[in-house]
T-cell receptor, first 113, second 111 residues
Framework: DVKVTQSSRYLVKRTGEKVFLECVQD?????MFWYRQDPGLGLRLIYF???????EKGDIPEGYSVSREKKERFSLILESASTNQTSMYLC????????????FGSGTRLTVV | EDKVVQSPLSLVVHEGDTVTLNCSYE??????LLWYKQEKKAPTFLFML????IEKKSGRLSSILDKKELFSILNITATQTGDSAVYLC???????????FGTGTRLKVLA
């Protein structure tokens, strides 16, 4: 069964900490995405990558960065966590031309205190 | 700016009822529209719609796209408590793999 795996299901971090959220897919997909999901706002795109070492800003990149050193791994970095980054973070991947859209990870619920 | 709007925001029904969820979109270069079901964790794929007027079905769920009026509906017949979830609609713009999501419809089915 193909998978997108997010390393943590729940995380609690302190304001100002550097936070790493990891996402690994085993489907050899080129395209990977990070979204955050908040009540009433839906899913909003933070960053995405179409290839190794390539990254592009989504709609809400401020306060975040990403790293894609290997095709299967896409990491989201909160340089200095703030309380307004408390959210559910979803990673997704897709191959070009797929008829089934994204495959999502199970999500990481991050609380910044 | 591209936009996807879902209605209603939430809905409570009883088992056996039929529900219709709505998704309208405003996009510059539409390619496809997708429906996902999200329970407590990862959204799971339901349908991808590209052509207007062709209904897609999976068991008690069905969906159709109207590209002239820029909307899609998701129907669930004979609802069950296991249908309780957030239903997400998303569109893909031509030339990209980025999705734009609506805010979702939260469906609760009571026994």
């Amino acid at each position: 069964d193909v998978k997108v795996t997010q390393s943590s299901r729940y995380l609690v971090k302190r304001t100002g900490e550097k936070v790493f959220l990891e996402c690994v897919q085993d489907m050899d997909h080129e395209n990977m995405f990070w979204y955050r999901q908040d009540p009433g706002l839906g899913l909003r795109l933070i960053y995405f990558s179409y290839d190794v070492k390539m990254k592009e800003k989504g709609d809400i990149p401020e306060g975040y960065s990403v790293s894609r050193e290997k095709k299967e791994r896409f990491s989201l970095i909160l340089e200095s966590a703030s309380t307004n980054q408390t959210s559910m973070y979803l990673c997704a991947s897709t191959a070009g031309g797929t008829s089934r859209g994204y495959t999502f990870g199970s999500g990481t619920r991050l609380t910044v205190v | 700016e591209d936009k996807v709007v879902q209605s209603p925001l939430s809905l409570v029904v009883h088992e056996g009822d039929t529900v219709t969820l709505n998704c309208s979109y405003e996009v510059t270069n539409f390619r496809s529209l997708l429906w996902y079901k999200q329970e407590k964790k990862a959204p799971t794929f339901l349908f991808m719609l590209t052509s207007s007027g062709i209904e897609k079905k999976s068991g008690r769920l069905s969906s159709i796209l109207d590209k002239k009026e820029l909307f899609s509906i998701l129907n669930i017949t004979a609802t069950q408590t296991g249908d309780s979830a957030v239903y997400l609609c998303a569109e893909i713009t031509s030339g990209t793999y980025k999705y734009i999501f609506g805010t979702g419809t939260r469906l609760k089915v009571l026994a």
